[in-house]
């Protein structure tokens, strides 16, 4: 007599879902070529830093790199969106990555012969960030044709796995390799680094836009910006970005709460921006349980709604441990949002959109904090940092509640059947 088993439940995972690596080779060389390279380029962002200040001895030349950064993030984002909408997104990765690779061999050719040059340098950022704003919507427009998209969650938390730990280890390796080598030697290894990411592009396959019938041979951004006014689903991820990222974004704080609140030093203010990125690892570390969620607008809304509560409790405490641990459920709840949100993204958008619309998403992702950092700077100048960070934060809060009652099918989206 034999025994018939009872059919076996699928298994609760804890850590990140490895599915995709484990399924799509393509993604799998995609995704540890762009964790390689994420960590050369954090290097070299410090080694630019440390150098433009080496030059001048300025902190605001140190702080115009970020903003030579930022403009062209911006405008190119947009642009770049649209020209990953019109051609073969394989091959725009791969030449805006040629390019990001070979502007860390011209700064390491400059270092090595002497050229120490601050108008150099913002050069280079500034073409920097134009090549990261082409490669960006290639890249993420590529994943949901490499993917089925039951495994887009699992794949944007592995994602953010990379770009936190790229962010946290990137910097202090680039710091070591600059002391013991020069700045030299921080490009000439990232650009070293950028052979993986390279590799991982030219074997993909050619992935041009899979466009309707009659539809225009060129993408046009305002056609973009047009789709995504129809869309609320869409909309509802940036709108909610934006109101953590701009009401409730206290890093520009730190330095004067780690004096008010902590009487201590730089080593306080590294440990808050620590503690942020390391609850963000944790949110792709642990994020196995994310790939079983179908409300991806509920989750999004409960998780950018966790983060302004953690801001709001972290500005009434003056304990620095339990600050430090409020700031990284913060960041795990930012991580979250964050994958919920892409997923959303591309799950909902047409291909031959996605490209223009994670234009936008870069735009949100880059211009939200800076214009967070000021309104937080003025609000503490005009009353206090205490003040800045509680109200910022139960005002990230309020301002969820009120979008959800606002368009309220966004908290009934279901990922089975996804609508934009």
């Not at 690596?21 to 995704?31: E, I, K, V």
């Not at 990411?197 to 309707?212: G, N, V």
């Amino acid at each position: 007599m034999t025994r018939t088993s009872a059919p076996t439940r699928p298994r609760r995972r804890i850590f990140a879902d490895l599915t995709p690596l484990r399924t799509s080779p393509d993604y799998r060389r995609l995704w540890f070529g762009g964790t390689i390279s994420w960590v050369g380029q954090a290097m070299t962002a410090l080694a630019i830093s440390l150098q433009v200040y080496d030059i001048t001895r300025s902190s605001f030349a140190v702080g115009l790199v970020g903003l030579f950064s930022l403009v062209p993030l911006i405008v190119f984002g947009l642009y770049g969106g649209a020209i990953a909408d019109t051609v073969d997104r394989r091959k725009l990765g791969l030449y805006s990555s040629l390019g990001a690779a070979a502007l860390s061999v011209a700064l390491a050719a400059a270092a090595l012969l002497g050229h120490h040059r601050v108008w150099f340098l913002y050069t280079v950022v500034a073409l920097q960030a134009v090549c990261g704003a082409l490669t960006g919507p290639a890249r993420s427009a590529m994943i949901p044709r490499l993917l089925p998209a039951e495994q887009l969650p699992a794949a944007n938390a592995l994602n953010s796995v990379t770009m936190t730990f790229g962010t946290m280890v990137g910097p202090a390796l680039g710091g070591l390799i600059v002391a013991v080598g020069g700045y030299e030697w921080a490009y000439l290894v990232d650009a070293v680094t950028f052979t993986a990411a390279l590799y991982a592009m030219w074997r993909l396959p050619a992935m041009k836009p899979d466009r309707a019938d009659g539809a225009r041979g060129r993408a046009s951004v305002a056609d973009g910006l047009r789709f995504l006014g129809t869309r609320p689903n869409i909309r509802m991820t940036f709108f909610t970005d934006m109101a953590a990222m701009v009401l409730a974004q206290p890093k520009a704080l730190f330095p004067a709460i780690a004096v008010l609140w902590y009487g201590d030093d730089a080593k306080t203010v590294g440990l808050m921006v620590a503690a942020i990125a390391a609850g963000a690892l944790l949110g792709g570390l642990f994020s196995g349980w994310q790939s079983r969620i179908r409300r991806h607008g509920l989750a999004i809304l409960l998780a950018v709604a966790g983060w302004g509560l953690a801001i709001a409790v972290f500005g009434l405490t003056r304990n620095l441990w339990l600050g430090l641990f409020f700031l990284a459920l913060a960041g795990y709840a930012d991580t979250v949002s964050m994958v919920f949100r892409t997923t959303m993204l591309q799950a909902a958008t047409p291909d031959d959109m996605r490209g223009r619309l994670q234009g936008v998403f870069i735009v949100v992702v880059a211009g939200g904090p800076r214009l967070g950092d000021f309104l937080a700077g003025t609000a503490a100048d005009l009353t206090s940092p205490a003040v800045a960070v509680t109200c910022g934060g139960l005002a990230c809060v309020l301002v969820v509640g009120l979008l959800a009652l606002r368009w309220r099918n966004f908290a009934r989206y279901d990922a089975h059947s996804p609508q934009a």
